[in-house]
């Protein structure tokens, strides 16, 4: 599954993912199989978005407009935004609306996209909890029950953009490669 040939268990970012997931009560098998699906397992991948930038950061967008030069040019900020960054390959803009301070490009770096990725799923869980407490509140059982059922699939695919079917492959191919490897030290 990685790109670069090594293992999970060889990626730098690992036990700080371990540790941020267990804090906040998530799957860390599934967060590695999401970076390994979104990023190669790649902490400094960072790809310009230019459709992103075309269709959701243009000049016909109030909040973009004061990002581009006079001549119409993007700014370095407005690419910036646009970029998809780190493991889990989150937009700039994305990473400014959640309240990422500082330049963007320190999304690049381990604990920065450990971090964002992990609180975009943390806040996509708690969105979808508050969202089947008011449909229970209302009466609707079945359908409250269908949406916790499907976390945290769901939370996955809204906040960071990956199948959960994929990440459901990508990490028992990962738990299964894991195993392999426990069962050669014996």
């Known amino acids: 599954m990685n790109g670069d040939g090594g293992t ?11 540790t941020a997931c267990r804090e906040a009560g998530l799957d860390w098998l599934r967060m590695a199989a999401a970076a390994e699906i979104l990023s190669r397992g790649d902490a400094s991948r960072r790809v310009v978005d230019w459709a992103y930038i075309r269709e959701r950061l243009g000049q016909d967008n109030p909040r973009a407009l004061p990002l581009y030069h006079a001549d119409g040019s993007p700014s ?4 910036d935004r646009g970029t998809r960054w780190g ?16 330049r963007l490009v320190g999304l690049a770096s381990m604990g920065s996209s450990i971090k964002l990725g992990v609180s975009l799923v943390v806040e ?21 029950r269908r949406l916790v ?38």
Do not use: C, N
Request: no cysteine; charged share 30%.
């Open 8 to 18: 999970l268990l060889e990626r730098p970012w690992l036990p700080a993912l371990v």
């Open 76 to 79: 370095l900020d407005l690419i």
């Open 87 to 102: 493991l889990y390959q989150v937009h700039g803009d994305r990473a400014v609306e959640a309240g990422f301070k500082g």
């Open 124 to 144: 996509a869980i708690d969105a979808v909890e508050r969202r089947a407490d008011r449909m229970a509140a209302a009466g609707d059982l079945e359908g409250a």
């Open 149 to 186: 059922d499907a976390l945290p699939g769901s939370a996955e695919e809204a906040a960071l953009g990956v199948r959960s079917a994929d990440v459901d492959e990508a990490a028992e191919e990962l738990r299964r490669s894991i195993v392999g490897l426990t069962e050669l030290t014996r």
